[in-house]
Structures are given as structure tokens and as C-alpha cells.
């Protein structure tokens, strides 16, 4: 059974990539006596570095940021309704992430992809 390196959590069988670490798994079952509190990770949380109108925009973020090497995570702000509408009450559709330690680098590199389109 394949577990998660990163967040430790056991996997079943022909799973190959942690959802929400995306990271491949590794082989072998991780019981909780296995794992220290030592070799537990610790989570800090992502901050903001663009608010995006939609789905569009927030991968053409993420693209962006990857291609510098940083690492960017969407997340949206839907809300699913009845019948397929989809209601955003936050103003936008979601927002683009970085890990703390790339937050300026990330800022910078999307202020100056929007200024090159004129988005900015």
C-alpha cells in the first residue's frame, strides 16, 4: 500500500500521486507507530499573490509562476448551486498561492506579467 511521504497518509493500491501534496506516493504501508512526531511535516499556511476574475486567469497565473520555478497552488472561491450555476460571493472566481518563503518573488513576477499585458 503506497503512502505520502510528505503528509504521511496510507493510499490503496495503484495510487500514484498525493492529492493534496501532489507528490508522488512511495511504496510500502506508514503506520502512525512509524512515523515520529519528528519526521511529521509541518503545514504553513500559502499566501495570496493574485485574486483571479476566473478560471482563466488563475492558471495563466499558476503557469507563470511555475515557469520561474516557484510553487503555485489554485484555489477557487465557487460555491456550487442548484441546476450547474456556480455563485461567487467573494468577488472573484479564486485565488492563485505560494508558499510564504516565494511570497515576494511571486508578487513581482505577477505585477510584472500583468504590466506586460497591461493588466496591471
Keep these: ?15 500514484e500521486v498525493c492529492w493534496p501534496c ?3 506516493l512511495v511504496a510500502g504501508t506508514l503506520d502512525d507507530e512509524e512515523a515520529s512526531d519528528s519526521d511529521r511535516p509541518t503545514w504553513t499556511p500559502l499566501k495570496v499573490v ?4 476566473d478560471e482563466f486567469n488563475a492558471l495563466r497565473i ?7 520555478g516557484l510553487d503555485a497552488r489554485v ?4 460555491i456550487p448551486w442548484v441546476d450547474g450555476i456556480m455563485s461567487n460571493i467573494k468577488g472573484y472566481w479564486g485565488r492563485v498561492l ?3 518563503d516565494e511570497y515576494e518573488a511571486g508578487k513581482e513576477i505577477v505585477n510584472d506579467y500583468l504590466a ?3 493588466d496591471g
Design 50 to 53: 493574485y485574486l483571479a476574475p
Design 116 to 118: 506586460s499585458l497591461g
Design 98 to 100: 505560494v508558499p510564504p
Design 1 to 15: 500500500m503506497p503512502h505520502c511521504p510528505r503528509c504521511r497518509t496510507n493510499y490503496p493500491e495503484g495510487s
Design 62 to 68: 499558476k503557469t507563470v509562476l511555475e515557469e520561474a
Design 75 to 78: 484555489e477557487s472561491a465557487q
Design 22 to 24: 501532489q507528490v508522488p
